[in-house]
């Protein structure tokens, strides 16, 4: 008799030939078969699962806005924490300092204040005016210390996606360290010495009283481009009320 062949091979059957079926997996293939897809749907998850944790979202940057509200927040929390006590005082006190300078150069107003731009003795009286500024400033500073040094803490530790504001918050830094950090001066006693050497503009000049309002107003100068840059900013922009922009621009104690 002829031979016959299974798994859809040929079958011989005396003269003719019949092709079979292929014969179906057994029941243990199919079972290994399933597990197989199994896997592989679960390795295509982990894998999607890596991908969406390996690329997070970027975060949207805050409004403009909220950017001129944070920096605002130091004038806020100044005056918030200070007491009655010393809201009177910081307002009062440049009059006050006003009234004892004035007393002070009265005797000198004709030999110092008379004077031509460009002449020595005019580079002395802006000498002097130099140290009188900065003691005002000192004075309102003394008042409430921790308050100011708080705030200028703040102002530089902010990181702000415009640049504008943040180049504002780093000039209200500045220009509070750069007077917290000085020494103290008094404009009437360096008078006094400078009238007793004759308003020797070479004597004025080496005075320790001298570089300290020198060194002050050279670091304030340089903030001075980035700070009115933001303060412009806001005030264009509308980002501040009327009043929360004055408060920030006339904080007590700066110059610009």
């Known amino acids: 008799m002829g031979e016959e062949r299974r798994e859809g091979k040929t079958l011989s059957h005396g003269g003719g030939q019949i092709t079979s079926r292929p014969s179906l997996p057994s029941g243990a293939d199919v079972s290994g078969t399933v597990n197989l ?42 005056y918030r ?19 004892r300078v004035d007393a002070c150069q009265r005797p000198y107003q004709n030999k110092l204040f008379r004077s031509r731009v460009g002449t020595a003795r005019n580079k002395v009286y802006t000498i002097y005016e130099d140290v009188a500024l900065l003691q005002q400033i000192e004075s309102v500073e003394a008042i409430a210390v921790p308050q100011f040094t708080a705030a200028e803490q703040k ?9 504008k504001l943040q180049g504002l918050a780093h000039a209200q830094a500045a220009e509070l360290a750069a007077s917290l950090d000085a020494p103290q001066v008094d404009a009437c006693t360096f008078l006094i010495a400078l009238a007793q050497h004759k308003f ?15 060194e002050f107003l050279a670091k304030v100068s340089h903030q001075s481009q980035a700070s009115a840059r933001g303060s412009n900013y806001i005030y264009k922009q509308h980002l501040l009320s009327r009043t929360q922009q004055i408060a920030l621009v006339n904080f007590p104690g700066q110059v610009s």
């Open 200 to 214: 020797s503009l070479s004597w004025a000049k080496e005075q320790t009283a001298a570089t300290t309002a020198v």
């Open 81 to 99: 924490s200070l007491t009655k006590a010393q809201r009177k005082q910081i307002k009062t006190a440049p009059k006050l300092d006003a009234r």
């Open 37 to 78: 897809v199994r896997r592989l749907f679960v390795l295509l998850g982990l894998l999607g699962a890596c991908a969406l944790t390996a690329a997070p979202a970027i975060a949207k940057a805050p409004s403009a806005n909220t950017q001129a509200r944070e920096v605002y927040a130091p004038v806020a929390t100044f």
């Open 155 to 163: 102002w530089a530790g902010m990181k702000l996606a415009n640049g």
